[in-house]
Structure formats: C-alpha cells, structure tokens
C-alpha cells in the first residue's frame, strides 16, 4: 500500500499552464504502472495519461499532445505537465499507482484544476 498526495491544482486562465505532482509515501521504484485521471462534474472519471515500468507513455487522443507525464523516481513523485489550458479541462485531478487485473489500486484524493474563459 502506498499513500498518494497530488498537489499543484488551482485556478488558471484558459491558454495557461499548470504543474501537477503526486508525491507518494514510500519509494515508487517498485510501483511499474502510474498514472494521472480526472473527473469533471457530472462525467465519469477518465485516464488522461499513464507511464509504465519500460519509461513508456500512454496519452488518449482526446488530450492532443497537451499533457505530459512524467516521473522521478529519487523523489517518489510523479508529474503532470499541462499547457494550453481549456476550460473544458476543469476537472479533479487524480493519480494512481500499481495495477491488478486491469484495475488501478492506489489513488491520491484529488486536485481541482479550473480553467476560466
């Protein structure tokens, strides 16, 4: 078990950016699969990007190349770059570490990032 705590959300300006971590509570090395999600009102919680054990990336289309993760593994912390904001990506951040049988077992309890016109 791992303690996972995302910190980095608040409000920006649409065209902004933001820098979203996820510091975790013992050592990430051993953790293969991390990964960001979120959850905007009303919808169901999404995968915006995922890292794996090999340094791969995973980002659905939907995110056009506007969002990157990243980890540190010296400083159990995972990241999420976002550039050219919009509104539409007002949400609650998570993120999520280790997989079993296709389910995410770790998460952190959220960030609100919101996006103004």
């Known amino acids: 078990q791992v303690q996972l705590v995302e910190s980095g959300g608040g409000l920006v300006q649409a065209g902004g950016s933001l820098i979203l971590s996820c510091t975790a509570s013992?050592?990430?090395?051993?953790?293969?699969?991390m990964g960001w999600f979120r959850q905007a009102p009303g919808k169901q919680r999404e995968l915006i990007a995922a890292?794996?054990?090999?340094?791969?990336?995973h980002y659905p289309d939907s995110m056009e190349g506007r969002f990157t993760i990243s980890r540190d593994n010296a400083k159990n912390t995972l990241y999420l770059q976002m550039n050219s904001l919009k509104p539409e990506d007002t949400a609650v951040y998570y993120c999520a570490g280790g997989r079993a049988g296709g389910r995410w077992i770790n998460w952190g309890q959220g960030t609100q990032v919101t996006v103004s016109s």
């Open positions: 013992r050592s990430i090395f051993s953790i293969n699969d």
């Open positions: 890292v794996f054990s090999g340094g791969e990336t």
